[in-house]
């Protein structure tokens, strides 16, 4: 079962319908106690890094999630559900994470157009299985404000420009997570989901 986790941050039927296409053992669930009948979750999300660090601790979401994935269960993370991975966040305040992946949340600077919105490309960096038969330079959709500033290049599989260049995937074994919308992203976007769902059923 792959469990999108519902932490009031965003919509999630979207994200559902994609993965739909490849499984019908997908759910929405706002209980923790789900983890336990989970081969992957998906955290999608969009809205504040504190609000949100604030209701998946509210919850009950934190210590289970970080246990589910330091014990090897496949994670995707979507936007929100990207950056939380991280230390710490800048946003509205200093705010920490879930520290799975070391680095800082911090905002576009001043003289850019924010939030960074519509298309744009991800240059691959290294190889994961989650971007197989996906073309170098691919465009994606993108809607933030703010970036991870990554501080251990390992996780970083594809970056993107936007003034700076900022790490758009990271991923390392069982963690998986974009700045984009992969569900929003036609064609190569559903392969990544497609490539995530293979890899966390087989």
Same mark, same amino acid.
């Given at each position: 079962?792959?469990?999108?986790i ?13 993965v739909?296409k ?7 669930s706002s ?6 009948t989970s ?5 999608p999300?969009?809205?504040?890094f504190?609000h949100a660090?604030e209701n998946l601790?509210t919850l009950?979401?934190?210590e289970?999630?970080?246990?589910f994935i330091?014990r090897?269960?496949y994670?995707?993370g979507?936007?929100? =559900?990207y950056q #939380?991975?991280?230390?710490?966040s800048? @946003?509205?305040g200093?705010h920490? %994470? +879930?520290?799975?992946i070391?680095?800082n949340?911090?905002r ?6 924010v939030p960074h ?7 691959f ?18 809607i933030?404000t ?9 996780w970083?599989i ?8 900022f790490?758009s995937?990271?991923?390392? =074994?069982n963690? #998986?997570?974009?700045q984009?919308?992969? @569900?929003?992203?036609?064609?190569? %976007? +559903?392969?990544?989901?497609?490539n995530?769902v293979r890899l966390?059923?087989?």
């Amino acid at each position: 079962m792959i469990t999108v986790i519902d932490y009031g941050m965003g919509n999630l039927r979207s994200v559902v319908k994609a993965v739909e296409k490849y499984t019908s053992n997908v759910r929405i669930s706002s209980d923790p106690g789900s983890i336990a009948t989970s081969k992957a979750l998906i955290m999608p999300g969009d809205g504040a890094f504190g609000h949100a660090m604030e209701n998946l601790t509210t919850l009950g979401w934190v210590e289970p999630l970080v246990d589910f994935i330091r014990r090897g269960g496949y994670f995707f993370g979507i936007c929100l =559900g990207y950056q #939380l991975l991280f230390t710490n966040s800048e @946003e509205f305040g200093y705010h920490k %994470g +879930l520290d799975i992946i070391p680095g800082n949340v911090v905002r576009f600077t001043a003289d850019l157009k924010v939030p960074h919105m519509g298309w744009n490309q991800v240059v691959f960096r290294q190889h994961h299985p989650v971007v197989d038969g996906i073309p170098q330079h691919s465009y994606f959709y993108f809607i933030h404000t703010y970036y991870p500033v990554v501080l251990d290049s390992s996780w970083i599989i594809g970056q993107t420009q936007y003034s700076v260049e900022f790490a758009s995937i990271v991923g390392k =074994g069982n963690v #998986l997570a974009t700045q984009f919308h992969p @569900e929003k992203s036609h064609k190569y %976007g +559903l392969r990544m989901i497609e490539n995530f769902v293979r890899l966390a059923c087989s």
